[in-house]
Protein backbone atom coordinates (compact mmCIF):
# COMPACT_ATOMS: atom_id res chain seq x y z
CA UNK A 1 0.00 0.00 0.00
CA UNK A 2 2.99 2.49 0.46
CA UNK A 3 4.74 1.54 -2.68
CA UNK A 4 0.97 1.80 -4.60
CA UNK A 5 1.00 5.48 -2.64
CA UNK A 6 3.88 6.08 -3.31
CA UNK A 7 3.93 5.30 -7.01
CA UNK A 8 0.86 7.19 -8.14
CA UNK A 9 2.47 10.05 -9.60
CA UNK A 10 4.98 7.99 -11.86
CA UNK A 11 1.78 5.42 -12.30
CA UNK A 12 -0.21 7.82 -14.68
CA UNK A 13 2.65 8.70 -17.00
CA UNK A 14 4.04 5.61 -16.97
CA UNK A 15 1.00 3.78 -18.26
CA UNK A 16 -0.30 6.90 -20.49
CA UNK A 17 3.38 6.66 -22.30
CA UNK A 18 3.73 2.56 -22.48
CA UNK A 19 0.43 2.69 -23.81
CA UNK A 20 1.41 4.85 -26.41
CA UNK A 21 3.76 2.56 -27.82
CA UNK A 22 1.21 -0.01 -27.15
CA UNK A 23 -1.33 1.28 -29.79
CA UNK A 24 1.49 2.09 -31.89
CA UNK A 25 2.32 -1.57 -32.34
CA UNK A 26 -1.46 -2.49 -33.11
CA UNK A 27 -1.58 0.29 -35.63
CA UNK A 28 1.52 -0.62 -37.46
CA UNK A 29 0.71 -4.84 -37.05
CA UNK A 30 -3.00 -4.16 -38.69
CA UNK A 31 -1.55 -2.11 -41.76
CA UNK A 32 0.57 -5.19 -42.37
CA UNK A 33 -2.28 -7.52 -41.89
CA UNK A 34 -5.60 -7.39 -43.12
CA UNK A 35 -7.28 -9.72 -41.07
CA UNK A 36 -6.21 -7.54 -38.01
CA UNK A 37 -3.15 -8.30 -35.20
CA UNK A 38 -3.02 -10.33 -32.48
CA UNK A 39 -1.90 -7.79 -29.19
CA UNK A 40 -1.92 -10.15 -26.47
CA UNK A 41 1.82 -9.79 -26.57
CA UNK A 42 2.44 -6.29 -26.58
CA UNK A 43 0.02 -5.62 -24.38
CA UNK A 44 1.81 -8.02 -22.37
CA UNK A 45 4.78 -5.87 -22.82
CA UNK A 46 2.99 -2.75 -22.21
CA UNK A 47 1.57 -4.19 -18.44
CA UNK A 48 4.95 -5.61 -17.62
CA UNK A 49 7.47 -2.26 -18.64
CA UNK A 50 4.47 0.15 -16.89
CA UNK A 51 4.14 -1.69 -13.79
CA UNK A 52 8.06 -2.60 -13.27
CA UNK A 53 8.59 0.95 -13.33
CA UNK A 54 5.20 2.36 -11.13
CA UNK A 55 5.58 -0.36 -8.67
CA UNK A 56 9.42 -0.75 -7.93
CA UNK A 57 11.33 2.12 -9.94
CA UNK A 58 13.28 -0.73 -11.64
CA UNK A 59 12.46 0.54 -15.43
CA UNK A 60 13.40 -2.12 -17.64
CA UNK A 61 14.57 0.24 -20.40
CA UNK A 62 18.04 -0.20 -18.71
CA UNK A 63 18.61 -4.14 -19.42
CA UNK A 64 17.77 -4.51 -22.93
CA UNK A 65 17.17 -8.64 -21.59
CA UNK A 66 14.29 -7.34 -19.22
CA UNK A 67 12.78 -5.16 -21.37
CA UNK A 68 12.78 -7.72 -24.28
CA UNK A 69 12.06 -10.77 -22.36
CA UNK A 70 11.27 -9.96 -18.82
CA UNK A 71 6.89 -10.53 -19.70
CA UNK A 72 7.80 -13.66 -21.03
CA UNK A 73 9.86 -14.45 -17.91
CA UNK A 74 7.27 -13.68 -15.50
CA UNK A 75 4.36 -15.62 -17.79
CA UNK A 76 6.71 -18.70 -17.27
CA UNK A 77 7.14 -18.45 -13.55
CA UNK A 78 3.35 -17.50 -13.03
CA UNK A 79 2.06 -20.92 -15.18
CA UNK A 80 3.59 -23.25 -12.79
CA UNK A 81 2.16 -21.55 -10.61
CA UNK A 82 -1.44 -21.55 -11.73
CA UNK A 83 -1.69 -24.79 -13.83
CA UNK A 84 -2.38 -26.96 -11.21
CA UNK A 85 -5.59 -25.07 -10.16
CA UNK A 86 -6.39 -23.80 -13.44
CA UNK A 87 -9.16 -25.63 -15.49
CA UNK A 88 -8.20 -26.51 -19.10
CA UNK A 89 -11.10 -28.97 -20.19
CA UNK A 90 -9.14 -31.50 -22.23
CA UNK A 91 -10.22 -35.26 -21.41
CA UNK A 92 -10.75 -35.83 -18.03
CA UNK A 93 -9.33 -37.75 -16.05
CA UNK A 94 -5.98 -37.24 -17.81
CA UNK A 95 -6.06 -33.26 -17.08
CA UNK A 96 -6.47 -34.14 -13.15
CA UNK A 97 -3.98 -37.20 -13.43
CA UNK A 98 -1.33 -35.15 -15.41
CA UNK A 99 -1.38 -31.18 -14.48
CA UNK A 100 -3.49 -30.77 -11.58
CA UNK A 101 -2.02 -33.48 -9.18
CA UNK A 102 1.20 -32.11 -8.14
CA UNK A 103 3.09 -28.51 -7.67
CA UNK A 104 5.74 -27.99 -10.62
CA UNK A 105 9.39 -27.89 -9.30
CA UNK A 106 10.89 -24.16 -9.39
CA UNK A 107 13.84 -25.50 -11.21
CA UNK A 108 11.59 -25.01 -14.48
CA UNK A 109 11.89 -21.66 -13.77
CA UNK A 110 14.62 -20.80 -11.38
CA UNK A 111 17.45 -19.63 -14.20
CA UNK A 112 14.46 -16.88 -15.25
CA UNK A 113 13.62 -16.11 -11.65
CA UNK A 114 17.22 -15.38 -11.20
CA UNK A 115 17.19 -12.57 -13.71
CA UNK A 116 14.75 -10.69 -12.50
CA UNK A 117 15.56 -11.09 -9.25
CA UNK A 118 19.13 -9.56 -9.95
CA UNK A 119 17.11 -6.64 -12.28
CA UNK A 120 15.01 -5.74 -9.27
CA UNK A 121 17.81 -5.58 -6.62
CA UNK A 122 20.17 -3.81 -8.84
CA UNK A 123 17.43 -1.41 -9.67
CA UNK A 124 14.82 -0.95 -7.41
CA UNK A 125 16.96 1.25 -4.44
CA UNK A 126 14.53 3.76 -3.37
CA UNK A 127 12.10 0.84 -2.27
CA UNK A 128 14.59 -1.76 -1.38
CA UNK A 129 15.77 1.08 1.39
CA UNK A 130 12.06 1.51 2.40
CA UNK A 131 12.10 -2.02 3.12
CA UNK A 132 14.91 -1.31 5.32
CA UNK A 133 14.29 1.42 7.06
CA UNK A 134 10.62 1.74 7.61
CA UNK A 135 9.97 -1.89 7.76
CA UNK A 136 12.67 -4.05 9.25
CA UNK A 137 12.66 -6.19 5.87
CA UNK A 138 16.16 -7.64 4.37
CA UNK A 139 16.87 -6.99 0.75
CA UNK A 140 16.32 -10.53 -0.03
CA UNK A 141 12.71 -10.25 1.61
CA UNK A 142 11.92 -7.42 -0.36
CA UNK A 143 13.05 -8.43 -3.86
CA UNK A 144 11.36 -11.61 -3.18
CA UNK A 145 7.79 -9.89 -2.41
CA UNK A 146 8.56 -7.21 -5.16
CA UNK A 147 8.79 -9.84 -7.58
CA UNK A 148 4.96 -11.36 -6.13
CA UNK A 149 3.22 -8.49 -6.01
CA UNK A 150 4.47 -7.38 -9.41
CA UNK A 151 4.31 -10.74 -11.35
CA UNK A 152 1.65 -12.40 -9.97
CA UNK A 153 -0.79 -9.77 -8.09
CA UNK A 154 -0.38 -6.97 -10.83
CA UNK A 155 1.03 -8.39 -13.98
CA UNK A 156 -0.82 -11.68 -13.86
CA UNK A 157 -4.05 -9.72 -12.98
CA UNK A 158 -4.33 -7.00 -15.61
CA UNK A 159 -2.79 -9.52 -17.86
CA UNK A 160 -6.13 -11.46 -17.81
CA UNK A 161 -8.62 -8.44 -17.11
CA UNK A 162 -7.45 -6.14 -19.40
CA UNK A 163 -7.79 -8.64 -22.78
CA UNK A 164 -11.78 -9.23 -21.54
CA UNK A 165 -12.45 -5.54 -21.24
CA UNK A 166 -11.06 -4.26 -24.43
CA UNK A 167 -13.02 -7.28 -26.13
CA UNK A 168 -15.85 -6.27 -24.88
CA UNK A 169 -15.39 -2.93 -26.10
CA UNK A 170 -13.52 -3.52 -29.26
CA UNK A 171 -16.34 -6.29 -30.02
CA UNK A 172 -19.22 -4.27 -29.29
CA UNK A 173 -22.07 -2.67 -31.43
CA UNK A 174 -24.73 -1.61 -29.55
CA UNK A 175 -23.55 1.77 -29.90
CA UNK A 176 -21.51 1.63 -26.71
CA UNK A 177 -18.36 3.06 -28.20
CA UNK A 178 -20.23 5.83 -29.19
CA UNK A 179 -21.80 7.10 -26.05
CA UNK A 180 -18.07 6.27 -24.39
CA UNK A 181 -16.28 8.57 -27.40
CA UNK A 182 -18.56 10.92 -26.19
CA UNK A 183 -18.52 11.18 -22.29
CA UNK A 184 -14.54 11.00 -22.79
CA UNK A 185 -14.25 13.76 -24.88
CA UNK A 186 -16.71 15.75 -22.98
CA UNK A 187 -14.52 15.65 -19.67
CA UNK A 188 -11.70 16.32 -21.09
CA UNK A 189 -12.51 18.32 -23.86
CA UNK A 190 -11.93 22.49 -23.32
CA UNK A 191 -8.29 22.21 -22.18
CA UNK A 192 -8.94 19.38 -19.41
CA UNK A 193 -5.99 16.66 -19.31
CA UNK A 194 -6.58 12.90 -18.94
CA UNK A 195 -5.97 12.36 -15.31
CA UNK A 196 -6.97 10.68 -11.97
CA UNK A 197 -9.25 13.43 -11.27
CA UNK A 198 -11.04 13.72 -14.80
CA UNK A 199 -11.53 9.75 -15.23
CA UNK A 200 -13.24 9.83 -11.76
CA UNK A 201 -15.84 11.76 -13.39
CA UNK A 202 -16.31 9.52 -16.30
CA UNK A 203 -19.69 7.74 -14.77
CA UNK A 204 -20.25 5.28 -17.91
CA UNK A 205 -16.34 4.37 -18.59
CA UNK A 206 -16.31 3.30 -14.32
CA UNK A 207 -19.47 1.19 -15.01
CA UNK A 208 -18.24 -0.38 -17.97
CA UNK A 209 -14.79 -1.46 -16.10
CA UNK A 210 -17.16 -2.57 -12.92
CA UNK A 211 -19.74 -4.60 -15.31
CA UNK A 212 -16.87 -6.09 -17.15
CA UNK A 213 -15.35 -6.79 -13.59
CA UNK A 214 -18.81 -8.74 -12.33
CA UNK A 215 -19.27 -10.84 -15.67
CA UNK A 216 -15.30 -11.84 -15.96
CA UNK A 217 -13.69 -11.09 -12.37
CA UNK A 218 -10.38 -12.11 -13.54
CA UNK A 219 -9.69 -14.22 -9.73
CA UNK A 220 -12.50 -16.22 -9.66
CA UNK A 221 -12.04 -18.34 -6.57
CA UNK A 222 -11.29 -17.88 -3.62
CA UNK A 223 -10.00 -20.02 -0.44
CA UNK A 224 -10.03 -19.54 2.80
CA UNK A 225 -9.64 -21.64 6.47
CA UNK A 226 -12.21 -20.97 9.22
CA UNK A 227 -10.18 -19.29 11.87
CA UNK A 228 -12.70 -19.55 14.59
CA UNK A 229 -16.52 -20.67 14.50
CA UNK A 230 -18.84 -18.24 12.87
CA UNK A 231 -22.55 -18.54 11.00
CA UNK A 232 -22.92 -17.33 7.32
CA UNK A 233 -25.85 -15.89 5.74
CA UNK A 234 -27.17 -16.29 2.44
CA UNK A 235 -30.64 -14.69 1.17
CA UNK A 236 -32.76 -17.44 2.77
CA UNK A 237 -30.26 -19.50 5.16
CA UNK A 238 -28.29 -19.69 7.72
CA UNK A 239 -25.01 -22.46 7.77
CA UNK A 240 -22.57 -23.02 10.44
CA UNK A 241 -19.26 -22.91 10.04
CA UNK A 242 -16.53 -24.32 12.18
CA UNK A 243 -12.84 -23.52 12.76
CA UNK A 244 -10.40 -25.16 10.63
CA UNK A 245 -13.06 -26.04 8.13
CA UNK A 246 -12.20 -24.73 4.36
CA UNK A 247 -14.52 -22.55 2.52
CA UNK A 248 -14.07 -22.02 -1.25
CA UNK A 249 -15.92 -18.19 -2.99
CA UNK A 250 -16.49 -18.22 -6.73
CA UNK A 251 -17.28 -15.10 -7.65
CA UNK A 252 -18.56 -15.62 -10.91
CA UNK A 253 -22.02 -17.30 -8.97
CA UNK A 254 -21.93 -14.98 -6.36
CA UNK A 255 -21.52 -12.05 -9.09
CA UNK A 256 -24.64 -13.06 -11.22
CA UNK A 257 -26.93 -13.02 -8.13
CA UNK A 258 -30.42 -12.90 -9.79
CA UNK A 259 -31.90 -11.82 -6.27
CA UNK A 260 -29.20 -8.48 -6.79
CA UNK A 261 -28.97 -7.67 -10.16
CA UNK A 262 -31.59 -7.65 -12.58
CA UNK A 263 -31.09 -9.95 -15.84
CA UNK A 264 -27.66 -10.94 -14.10
CA UNK A 265 -26.54 -12.82 -17.50
CA UNK A 266 -26.84 -9.76 -19.36
CA UNK A 267 -23.87 -7.27 -20.19
CA UNK A 268 -25.27 -3.74 -18.99
CA UNK A 269 -23.26 -0.95 -19.56
CA UNK A 270 -25.02 1.74 -17.06
CA UNK A 271 -25.62 -1.36 -14.49
CA UNK A 272 -23.39 1.13 -12.19
CA UNK A 273 -24.35 4.51 -13.07
CA UNK A 274 -26.35 6.62 -11.01
CA UNK A 275 -27.23 6.55 -6.94
CA UNK A 276 -29.02 3.27 -7.31
CA UNK A 277 -26.12 1.63 -9.86
CA UNK A 278 -23.59 2.78 -6.79
CA UNK A 279 -25.47 1.04 -4.43
CA UNK A 280 -24.44 -2.71 -6.71
CA UNK A 281 -20.92 -1.29 -5.88
CA UNK A 282 -21.61 -3.28 -2.36
CA UNK A 283 -22.06 -6.43 -4.28
CA UNK A 284 -19.23 -6.12 -6.68
CA UNK A 285 -16.51 -8.79 -5.32
CA UNK A 286 -13.72 -9.46 -7.96
CA UNK A 287 -11.20 -7.90 -5.21
CA UNK A 288 -12.05 -10.55 -2.78
CA UNK A 289 -14.38 -7.94 -0.95
CA UNK A 290 -16.93 -5.17 -1.80
CA UNK A 291 -16.33 -2.05 -4.04
CA UNK A 292 -17.19 -0.38 -0.97
CA UNK A 293 -14.79 -2.51 1.12
CA UNK A 294 -10.83 -0.99 2.29
CA UNK A 295 -8.56 -2.97 1.83
CA UNK A 296 -6.15 -3.34 4.80
CA UNK A 297 -4.00 -5.59 6.60
CA UNK A 298 -6.61 -7.16 8.54
CA UNK A 299 -8.43 -8.48 5.40
CA UNK A 300 -7.55 -10.36 2.68
CA UNK A 301 -8.80 -7.47 -0.11
CA UNK A 302 -6.99 -6.63 -3.15
CA UNK A 303 -4.12 -3.87 -1.87
CA UNK A 304 -4.91 -2.00 -5.08
CA UNK A 305 -8.43 -2.50 -5.50
CA UNK A 306 -9.12 1.30 -6.35
CA UNK A 307 -5.89 1.60 -8.72
CA UNK A 308 -7.24 -1.28 -10.84
CA UNK A 309 -10.46 -0.09 -11.55
CA UNK A 310 -9.21 4.07 -11.93
CA UNK A 311 -6.32 2.31 -14.60
CA UNK A 312 -8.51 0.32 -16.12
CA UNK A 313 -10.46 3.65 -16.99
CA UNK A 314 -7.80 5.44 -17.93
CA UNK A 315 -6.98 2.75 -20.06
CA UNK A 316 -10.50 3.45 -21.49
CA UNK A 317 -10.78 6.71 -21.73
CA UNK A 318 -6.60 6.95 -23.54
CA UNK A 319 -8.49 4.77 -26.30
CA UNK A 320 -11.25 6.77 -26.83
CA UNK A 321 -9.20 9.63 -27.18
CA UNK A 322 -6.95 8.36 -29.39
CA UNK A 323 -9.67 6.52 -31.39
CA UNK A 324 -13.03 7.15 -32.93
CA UNK A 325 -13.58 3.41 -33.12
CA UNK A 326 -11.66 -0.03 -33.24
CA UNK A 327 -12.93 -3.60 -33.99
CA UNK A 328 -11.62 -7.02 -32.87
CA UNK A 329 -11.84 -8.92 -29.70
CA UNK A 330 -10.59 -10.51 -26.72
CA UNK A 331 -7.10 -11.26 -28.60
CA UNK A 332 -7.12 -9.44 -32.10
CA UNK A 333 -7.74 -5.80 -33.12
CA UNK A 334 -9.26 -5.91 -36.77
CA UNK A 335 -9.32 -1.57 -37.29
CA UNK A 336 -8.65 1.33 -35.76
CA UNK A 337 -10.12 4.52 -37.05
CA UNK A 338 -8.02 7.41 -35.73
CA UNK A 339 -10.13 10.35 -33.92
CA UNK A 340 -10.60 13.08 -36.38
C1 LIG B 1 -6.59 -6.58 -12.60
C2 LIG B 1 -5.68 -6.64 -11.68
C3 LIG B 1 -5.87 -7.30 -10.34
C4 LIG B 1 -6.77 -8.25 -9.93
C5 LIG B 1 -7.86 -8.90 -10.76
C6 LIG B 1 -6.50 -8.53 -8.53
C7 LIG B 1 -7.23 -9.41 -7.75
C8 LIG B 1 -6.92 -9.74 -6.45
C9 LIG B 1 -7.61 -10.72 -5.65
C10 LIG B 1 -8.84 -11.53 -6.10
C11 LIG B 1 -6.98 -10.81 -4.46
C12 LIG B 1 -7.32 -11.76 -3.31
C13 LIG B 1 -6.52 -13.04 -3.45
C14 LIG B 1 -6.87 -14.06 -2.41
O1 LIG B 1 -6.58 -13.84 -1.23
O2 LIG B 1 -7.43 -15.11 -2.78
C15 LIG B 1 -5.88 -9.89 -4.50
C16 LIG B 1 -4.99 -9.71 -3.50
C17 LIG B 1 -3.93 -8.85 -3.55
N1 LIG B 1 -3.64 -7.95 -4.57
FE1 LIG B 1 -4.65 -7.72 -6.27
N2 LIG B 1 -5.45 -7.77 -8.14
C18 LIG B 1 -5.03 -7.00 -9.20
C19 LIG B 1 -4.01 -6.08 -9.23
C20 LIG B 1 -3.19 -5.82 -8.19
C21 LIG B 1 -2.12 -4.84 -8.21
C22 LIG B 1 -1.80 -3.88 -9.38
C23 LIG B 1 -1.50 -4.92 -7.04
C24 LIG B 1 -0.33 -4.06 -6.69
C25 LIG B 1 0.00 -3.66 -5.53
C26 LIG B 1 -2.20 -5.92 -6.23
C27 LIG B 1 -1.86 -6.31 -4.95
C28 LIG B 1 -2.50 -7.27 -4.22
C29 LIG B 1 -2.03 -7.75 -2.94
C30 LIG B 1 -0.79 -7.28 -2.20
C31 LIG B 1 -2.94 -8.73 -2.51
C32 LIG B 1 -2.89 -9.55 -1.21
C33 LIG B 1 -3.77 -8.91 -0.18
C34 LIG B 1 -3.76 -9.71 1.13
O3 LIG B 1 -3.59 -10.94 1.10
O4 LIG B 1 -3.98 -9.10 2.16
N3 LIG B 1 -3.23 -6.43 -6.96
N4 LIG B 1 -5.87 -9.23 -5.73
Not at 9 to 20: F, G, K, T
Not at 66 to 76: F, T
Not at 190 to 208: A, D, I, P, Q
Not at 246 to 259: E, K, S, T
Amino acid sequence: MEILKRSSEVWLRELLSNLDTFWETVESDISKNDDGASYLIGLQRCIFNFLSTALTGANPSVSPDIAENGWKMLDKWLAIQVIPTTKIGILQPFEEIFLHSWAYPFFLVAGDYQKLYNFISENAGDVIRLGDEEYGLTRDETVHNLIFVLGFNAYGGFSVFLPSLIGRIAGDTSGLQERLRTEVRKVCGSGSVLNFRTVNEMELVKSVVYETLRLNPPVPLQYARARGDFKISSHDAVYEVKKGELLCGYQPLVMRDANIFEDPEEFKPDRFVGQTGSKLLNYLFWSNGPQTGTPSESNKQCAAKDMVTITAALIIANLFLRYDKITGDAGSIKTVVKAT
